[in-house]
């Protein structure tokens, strides 16, 4: 079904392509030759999207990297459609401005096909997994996927490595694979209770090919898009945490926000009047909100805003102090015009458009004694938007709050890991639309 849903957008991005080249629709006979001539590539193309693994058992499971997968595809095929049409002498054509067109068609048809049309037509179970492991996360997580039937993955059982010896849990995985009641193995690698039979899981999944392994950590974070806590060890850390190889990525992105901060900060400047005369005759007080918030390598910095509550907070207070939001203040929330002072701080390089949050020096002093690998999300520039604020809703707002801190630090480290164009071209958008729903505060 893939297959066939794939081979009618590849045909059909071609056609649409030659539509918007020129702006009308093509002749039989244009058409023809740019089909039949596509059609040479096309088996090429479904061998580049099988090795880039979209034809794999998990291709449902795994639906948020489809757009990362999806995107390196099609740029790996237009290249080779470049070289194809380019070099070989033996085609009428060299479509250059259709392949570009061609590209962004057929990939946006693409991710809208395998994320969000595909998935839902069929209502089924087709892999029993069991999983292996101890802790409430894994337990959430055999909940979440037993309860939504569009996961293709069920959990028939779990196995506690702490309450049974080596060879019962050996014997009870051989059974339930033998019997055919479960294909696929999800084990918590974290757990040293399961490392005398890492080498049985090994043989079963990767020679003898009985069952598919799947890391619980990948699959805790596809389904809740955070990272799960509880199950960071030092091997995590030293994998995911490096900001090696993410070089190209934080030169573009800093060219971005240099860019667009000069250009939005400079137009903002209009509604600044308007603002600070709003300011000034709602209530009495300064116009800027002005403190010291945690930044990049956890070194503060000066944070400027809006002034929305009544009184001030030098970033001492958020323990002890309660502050009420003015009438003029909650608007400027509620459409976040009171965070336009903090363009200046992207274009300076404290901040970037999409990162975590900023945290107050004494919460942050606070979440640190408290909350293991807190310091983590200083890896990277706070944002003026970011994971958390938009997927997490128990906002502590700055108030002293470990349990909604914990389960926010778990979105920060997602993003973290997870940071790339997409994601951060994804958070913009999703922020776009919470401004324009007025959600939030």
Known sequence: ?????????????????????????????????????????????????????????????????????????????????????????F????????????????????????????PHLFVRREMGAVLIGTGAELTELAEEINRDPLYPLEFRAIIHPELSSNEETQKTLRLLVESGEVQTIVADMSNHAIDPILQFI??????????????????????FERVPLSLIDDR?????????????????KRTFDVVAALALGVVSLLLYPFIMLAIRLDTPGPIFYTTHRIGRGGRPFTFVKFRSMTGTDNGNEALETKHTVTRVGSFLRRTRLDELPQLWSVLKGDMSFVGPRPELPALVTTYRKSIPHYNLRHLVKPGLSGWAQIQHENHSHHTVNTEATAEKLAYDLYYIKERSFWLDTYIAALTLKTILMRKGS
């Open 202 to 223: 090994y043989d079963f999944t990767f020679v003898q090919h009985s069952a598919e392994f799947v890391d619980v950590r990948r699959l805790y974070q596809e389904i």
């Open 1 to 89: 079904m893939l297959l066939i849903g794939d081979i009618s957008i590849l045909y059909a991005s071609v056609w649409i392509a030659l539509i918007a080249r020129h702006f009308a629709v093509p002749s039989l006979e244009s058409a023809g030759v740019h089909l039949v001539s596509f059609s040479f590539l096309f088996p090429v193309w479904f061998i580049v999207y099988f090795i880039a693994g979209l034809y794999g058992r998990y291709t449902l499971l795994f639906r948020k990297e489809l757009p990362n997968v999806i995107f390196a595809a099609q740029a790996a095929n237009i290249l080779l459609a470049a070289l194809f049409f380019f070099l070989i002498p």
């Open 91 to 118: 085609f009428e054509i060299t479509p250059k401005t259709v392949l570009v067109i061609y590209l962004g068609v057929s990939t946006i048809l693409l991710f809208l096909w395998r994320v969000h049309v595909f």
């Open 236 to 252: 995590w850390l030293l994998r995911y945490v490096s900001l090696d190889g993410h070089t190209v990525y934080a030169a573009a």
